[in-house]
């Protein structure tokens, strides 16, 4: 934030767009530092070997990635380009304006189900275990959620005067679906990372298709009736049916896990493993 800042204020535009590009690169400035002062020296020295077994699962994750990340995004393209034509640009604008504040929290929602409860959940060796530790994940993350959600929707009207102008002002009305959506799909995401930590990756991208395909078939119908709340309305229907659906996944596979062997990683505790 300090780069981008500093390169804000000497060169502009010019300047806010290279701050943009070079944000991320100071991950890596901090990983190199991290590693070379704090870990142990067998990390620095490691030994890379390959096994097709290994192959094939960076292969698998790679590509549930690949499907899962842009299902999204291509969606709401799609569903802009057809309310904008549908009933004009501008109620596109008041919905993709809320997006931008809802992406700014959200991504604070995936830091704390990837950094924290996901390694959480990996650890567990039972799924009695694992129940136990969603269930205090979820007692810290979602009042925290709500609480949040509660004090923008309260500020809501302040908050569109800071980031943007009077001509947002309608955009106050998209607030509350939005958060509602989100909220939702905090509990779908939760459901993922259920799985992914039983080493079922297919649910991510299957969880990200629904998601996708029913915000566009949502949209498409509540348009004629809705305008351009179409979308907003849309999306928490959309998020509603991605967590029925992940729901029901894991309640297929819930005997699976439950008689699955647990792992080496799995078999240490949270301690063990993240002091």
Not at 31 to 54: E, Q
Not at 224 to 248: D, E, K, N, Q, T
Request: aromatic fraction near 12%; charge should be positive.
């Amino acid at each position: 934030v300090a780069l981008f800042s500093g390169l804000l204020i000497k060169a502009g535009v010019a300047g806010a767009a290279l701050g943009l590009v070079l944000m991320p690169a100071m991950l890596g400035v901090v990983a190199l530092i991290t590693w070379a002062s704090h870990l142990p020296d067998v990390w620095r020295r490691p030994i890379w070997k390959s096994a097709p077994n290994d192959m094939r699962d960076l292969f698998t994750y790679s590509l549930v990635m690949l499907i899962a990340t842009p299902a999204l995004p291509i969606a709401q393209v799609l569903v802009r380009d057809m309310v904008g034509g549908a009933v004009g640009w501008e109620y596109v604008g008041y919905w993709q304006g809320v997006l931008k504040i809802s992406d700014v929290y959200m991504q604070f929602v995936g830091m704390v189900l990837i950094y924290y409860a996901l390694p959480r959940f990996s650890a567990q060796p039972t799924l009695r275990a694992l129940n136990l530790c969603v269930r205090h994940i979820c007692k810290l993350l979602l009042p925290t959620l709500r609480a949040g959600f509660a004090l923008m929707y309260v500020l809501r009207d302040w908050i569109i005067q800071l980031l943007f102008n009077d001509s947002f002002a309608p955009m106050r009305d998209y607030f509350l679906p939005q958060m509602l959506g989100d909220f939702v799909r905090t509990l779908g995401s939760l459901c993922v990372f259920y799985a992914l930590s039983r080493g079922t990756r297919s649910m991510l991208a299957g969880y990200e298709l629904c998601m996708a395909l029913s915000l566009w078939v949502m949209t498409s119908l509540l348009l004629p009736a809705y305008g351009g709340f179409s979308i907003s309305y849309a999306y928490v229907i959309a998020s509603m049916v991605a967590v029925l659906f992940v729901g029901a996944c894991c309640w297929r596979y819930k005997r699976r896990w439950a008689n699955a062997p647990a792992s080496t990683a799995a078999s240490l505790t949270v301690d063990e493993v993240l002091p």
